[in-house]
């Protein structure tokens, strides 16, 4: 899968560590990432160039999340609880589809 294409909502590669939340045309998706710097590329340029409102990042590993900021300010009101649940639903699918 191309990484920046959004359209695709599941990505399971190996381990998935970081999953981003994001929406887009008001429908929200998840998509999980090996690496924290390629979750952050995603947002930013699904963000820039494919109009997606990114939520932010969720680490399977340590349960933080770090909502999205784009040139220092937050662009979407998802608080972390909200970002938190999708993205568990993200990966209980992702493994029952693995499964």
Not at 20 to 43: K, N, P, R, T
Not at 59 to 72: A, N
Request: net charge negative.
């Amino acid at each position: 899968m191309n990484t920046r294409n959004p359209t695709t909502p599941f990505y399971v590669y190996g381990v998935m560590r970081y999953i981003v939340v994001f929406a887009q045309q008001e429908i929200g998706y998840a998509v999980g990432f090996d690496d924290s710097s390629d979750a952050a590329d995603f947002l930013y340029w699904g963000y820039e160039e494919y109009d997606l409102v990114p939520y932010g990042t969720f680490d399977v590993l340590t349960g933080e999340v770090w909502p999205y900021e784009h040139r220092g300010e937050r662009v979407a009101e998802l608080d972390e609880p909200g970002i938190r649940k999708i993205a568990l639903d993200y990966l209980k699918s992702a493994i029952r589809q693995r499964t």
